[in-house]
Antibody, heavy 119, light 112 residues
Framework: EVQVVESGGGLVKSGGSLTLSCAAS????????MSWVRQAPGKGLEWVGR??????????DYAVPVKGRFTISRDDSKNTLYLQMNSLKSEDTAVYYC??????????WGQGTLVTVSS | QSVLTQPPSVSGAPGQRVTISCTGG?????????VYWYQQLPGAAPKLLIY???NRPSGVPDRFSGSKSGTSASLAIAGLQAEDEADYYC????????????FGGGTKLTVL
């Protein structure tokens, strides 16, 4: 069974940093593209960024609002995806979902982890 | 303002058929890119409902169907059930945007 489980959310002050983790199981993680998608309270879904598998180059892409502040990385030996978030702003407050990415769509989602940025 | 436009809400009685539209433009749906639909039940994570514009993942009832024409796509739900009450999001690919992924603003489906 495919599972992705996020952790690391919490309360952080504006300007601070936080790193989210996503533990994957039930599929060959090293072959998978992975993404983060977020959802602000009461709002819709917003794509954050993506990392390709190493065999596909291992490159990352980011949405404009987070580019230069957020970094996605992966440790294939640990089947784990990371999202390092720096210079956090109040508008980054959201539930962050880890997703397995079938190229440009998201076929499995975690339960999400809440990040709250206080001003 | 989302790149893909969905109605904020739709409603229907049990057993009825409802459709949710997703309108894009020439750089996304109109360019021939596929549309994907996600269902988000209250308090839950989103779940893939339709991929490749018209295909259902294993386990999704055939009451759910997707279509695409021109710069728009639609999700149809036949034989509405109370458990279909949820938020529905469309998603596609946009050649003009960094990373290319775009979501609609979401549609709240209420089963009367």
């Amino acid at each position: 069974e495919v599972q992705v489980v996020e952790s690391g959310g919490g309360l952080v002050k504006s300007g601070g940093s936080l790193t989210l983790s996503c533990a994957a199981s039930g599929f060959t993680f090293s072959n998978a593209w992975m993404s983060w998608v977020r959802q602000a309270p009461g709002k819709g879904l917003e794509w954050v960024g993506r990392i390709k598998s190493k065999i596909d180059g291992g490159t990352t892409d980011y949405a404009v609002p987070v580019k230069g502040r957020f970094t996605i990385s992966r440790d294939d030996s640990k089947n784990t995806l990371y999202l390092q978030m720096n210079s956090l702003k109040s508008e980054d407050t959201a539930v962050y979902y880890c997703t397995r990415t079938a190229r440009y769509f998201f076929d499995y989602w975690g339960q999400g982890t809440l990040v709250t940025v206080s001003s | 303002q989302s790149v893909l436009t969905q109605p904020p809400s739709v409603s229907g009685a049990p057993g009825q058929r409802v459709t949710i539209s997703c309108t894009g433009g020439s750089s996304n749906i109109g360019a021939g890119y596929d549309v994907y639909w996600y269902q988000q039940l209250p308090g839950a994570a989103p779940k893939l409902l339709i991929y490749g514009s018209t295909n259902r993942p294993s386990g999704v009832p055939d009451r759910f169907s997707g279509s695409k024409s021109g710069t728009s796509a639609s999700l149809a739900i036949a034989g509405l059930q109370a458990e279909d009450e949820a938020d529905y999001y469309c998603q596609s690919y946009d050649s003009r945007l960094s990373g290319y992924v775009v979501f609609g603003g979401g549609t709240k489906l209420t089963v009367l």
